[in-house]
């Protein structure tokens, strides 16, 4: 099967149905192996126990810029190639970016609030990172407010477009400005400033998630392309009744 | 191993993870058989692909 075939969601269903099981399975082992690995892990020297939040924390802020590129690409591949999946795999992935965000938020919270002594501050990674959180919202809503799948594809890949210009305000915010939030430290010039003893645990936590995301990302898709040939149906049927 | 005093904290991050994975999980679970359901139901009452093709049978 070529990538090409992949344009059929006919083919893009039958792969689906063969490989999610495998990917299902390759996550729960990953994330069993992280998270034990995330509770066996030293305490920080300065932090303490309340280093184990990097553990999830890290990897759902990853994932919260990834899946906005992930739909960056899809948008290109409605405007552009008008891939027939495009759309498809752009609308499938914004509520699960938009739950990542969430967590990402929070468990940064969480952790701020020992750490820092407060839950937020609008600092420029903290407010970045909110007003991506609201743009999975706005195209959820978007995605939702237009009956036809197709016209607000459109809509929403130029959203998304839009929106990306976010991305490298939130991975640079903490060079560009004064913030709370510490800079990089795993995907910096010179290499992650971790110890391997926290490093290992979250690069398997950050595969494990990634790994989670595209099982999600398949199976939201499958139901996807099920929804809109419902949705054909039931117009063919309307169009019966009406005849 | 030991938390320390920010227990709640830790405990609460990775317990709110573990139910918004789940609820995600459950939530895609569902629309899909919804989906099937609702193929079905509307292949059962007469209404065809124009391929001919089943459109519940994605194998």
Redesign the interface.
């Known amino acids: 099967m070529t990538l090409i075939d992949l344009a059929n969601p006919t083919k893009f269903l039958s792969l689906t149905g063969r490989i999610l099981p495998w990917l299902a399975a390759a996550t729960a082992i990953l994330l069993v192996i992280g998270f034990y690995q995330a509770a066996m892990a030293p305490d920080d020297y300065q932090q303490g126990a309340t280093v184990k939040i990097m553990f999830i924390h890290v990897p759902n802020a990853w994932l919260s810029m990834f899946v906005w590129g992930v739909m960056s690409l899809a948008a290109l591949g409605t405007l552009v190639w008008r891939h027939p999946l495009a759309d498809v795999a752009a609308k499938a992935a914004a509520p699960i970016g938009a739950a990542f965000t969430f967590l990402a938020l929070v468990t940064g919270s969480l952790w701020g609030r020992p750490m820092w002594g407060t839950y937020w501050q609008w600092d420029a990674r903290l407010t970045s990172v909110l007003i991506l959180f609201l743009m999975y919202l706005g195209l959820i809503a978007l995605w939702r407010a237009v009956d036809d799948p197709s016209r607000a594809a459109r809509a929403a890949a130029i959203l998304t477009l839009v929106g990306a210009l976010n991305l490298p305000i939130i991975k640079f915010s903490v060079d560009w400005w004064n913030t709370l939030h510490q800079p990089a430290s795993v995907l910096r010039m010179g290499g992650p400033t971790l110890d391997r003893a926290f490093l290992i645990p979250l690069l398997v936590m950050a595969i494990g998630f990634s790994l989670l995301f595209v099982t999600l990302h398949l199976a939201a898709m499958r139901n996807e392309i099920l929804r809109r040939r419902v949705r054909s149906l039931q117009i063919m049927q309307a169009s019966q009744q009406a005849a | 191993?030991?938390?320390?005093?920010?227990?709640s904290?830790?405990v609460?991050?990775?317990a709110?993870?573990a139910a918004?994975?789940l609820?995600?999980?459950v939530w895609?679970?569902i629309?899909?058989r919804r989906?099937?359901e609702?193929?079905r139901e509307?292949?059962a009452?007469g209404?065809v692909?124009r391929s001919g093709?089943s459109?519940?049978d994605?194998?």
């Open positions: 191993m030991t938390l320390g005093p920010y227990a904290f830790i609460t991050s990775y709110l993870v918004v994975v609820i995600l999980i895609i679970a629309d899909y989906q099937k609702r193929l509307l292949e009452s209404v692909r093709r459109a519940s994605i194998r």
